[in-house]
């Protein structure tokens, strides 16, 4: 529900403290009609004046400003009205007190009278405006009015009651958007002007600077505003730029007076007004549908980061698009793909990981051969010859000598298949076996100190493979498309007419790692046969090294996805990630809008543990899982 719902009709009854450089007094009647009828909280970081502030009133507000003597002023009329006004009925309108009150140096001062010095200067100065040097000095001269307002007692009490409403900040206008934007939440944005004239330079009027490059800045941010939901308006001169930047939405301009320049024949320009509606999240739902009973067919797994609980979820999305070929990119376990394939698409899947490539070639590009049981058996047999690698080099680290030499029997006599389909069937079979001996199913650890004497570790070897057999063969069916599995790095692969794009990447995490090779190097040495490889012989768990990957960081991680995006910009991108994962979610949308028109953010309600550092224990059940989406 909308914190705060807006009388368009009721006349401005608070007055802004500061006439202000580019103080928006006189475009309040273009500008109110423009606010939203209801919305969450008020934003506003470039305050200023604080006319439109003002004029709404809001009662949930965040105000801010870079300029620490102003946002002292705001602070203290909110809070200490009665010791400003105090302060305030002391000046007296003479150039002696002018100057000697603006030789004080403010932050010496108690706050409630450097709240009234900034006032008292505002009103007493020449044309009223607020204007510092690049020591951040104040530095207008005396006006020489007759008969200033120095103390408006009822405005400023008005203006107090307003502004105890609202949060006041003194930061940098980023960081106020980034912490506090929300769906729903209306933000105003006056930053200063782009020049317009030879001579017109609005940065001027604070110690920051405000630069082209800026307003380009601003412009991203903002975009990301809109595509997070929320409702902006944004004031600025009437330069070719400002049309640039905003060109996808509603420009108007305004003719307008300035009261600036000491030259009046120079006081009249032109504004703008960018009115950037919330970004309308109506293509894509989520609707949850139960899977074929295909499905279910395949042999469930322990893999980490398996998404075969999200499997009705990633599909309501994608059944969404009239698709035909869709790319699993990061197959991992294979079970995405495999789900794509019944739902009858044409499917690749690819992953840099051996195992992976496996499973996918087993399940998902196999339309049709099986493993005869009494095929699998013979596997089982030793009389053939074997090189005794695991054996030698695994001894007493995983599985008995028995064990180790039956897994040696098997690589051997898989080796030696011809048919393509029923080695991986096998070799699938074999790395599944594997992984059910182990407990926990990983091989970051020797032994077996977390036998929790579960039936599968009960089970003989022999016996693990044929069930595993038997379960694979049970997955292989036709859906009538040409799939393929592919063994690769995502950055190479190359492909025709991708309809669409399935992105499953490693995600990178401070409180967690996303090796996959240090938790499965055993079984994935399996997959290759240890080929390519050179096994760390000084380590406990006899590991090789993990595969370079760019999401081992978080600079690479965003370089990744942005390479990614960019390969892939002819498809349909749908991205799963997490809430604990960087790049951030604002920066994924931002990235995937570089290359899609189209960029949603699709929640989905499930948490699950992750990490196996002590700082991710704190952690657990507490990600939040998404869906990016751009087409």
Known sequence: MADHIVDKKRTVQVKPILKWAGGKTQMLNDLLPKVPSSYGKYIEPFFGGGAMFFALQPKNAIIADSNPELINMYREVAANIDEVIRYLRKYENTSEMFYAVREQEWTQLPKAEAAARTIFLNRTCFNGLYRVNKQGKFNVPYGKYSNPKICDEDG????????????????????????YAQPGDFVFLDPPYLPISEYADFKRYTKEQFYEEDHV????????????????????SNHPLVHELYAPFTIDVIQTKRHISCNGSTRKGEDVIVTIPPKQQTLVKLNPQPMPQQVSSYPPTRFMGSKSKLLSEIWSVVAQFNVNTVVDLFSGSGVVGYMLKAQGKAVISNDYMAMSATFTKAMVENNSVTLPLDEAKTLLDGRKVSDHFVADTFKGLYYSDEEN?????????????????????????????CIKKRPRGIFTYTGHRYDDGRQDLKKTLSQQFLEAVEAVNKAVFDNGKINCSKYGDAMDLRVDNADLV????????????????????????LARDWKGVEIQEHTQTKKFKSYPTPFSTRKGATDAFDKLFKKFANSILVVSYSSNSQPTQDEMVAIMAKYKEHVEVIPIDYKYSFGNQSEAKTHRNSVQEYLFVGY
Request: charged share 25%.
């Open 156 to 179: 400023l009490k008005a203006a107090s009651e307003a502004l105890k409403k609202a949060e006041i900040l003194c930061g940098d206008y980023l960081l106020v958007l980034d912490h």
């Open 217 to 236: 800045e601003l412009a991203k941010i903002i975009m990301r505003l809109h595509e997070r939901g929320c409702h902006i308006i944004l004031t600025n």
């Open 405 to 433: 030499d039956l897994i040696d029997t098997l690589r051997t006599n898989i080796a030696a298949m011809k048919d393509q389909y029923k080695r991986a069937i096998a070799m699938t079979a074999l790395i599944r076996a």
């Open 502 to 525: 399935y992105i499953d990447p490693p995600y990178y995490s401070p409180l967690s790692d996303n090796e996959y090779v240090r938790r499965y190097h055993f079984v994935e040495g």
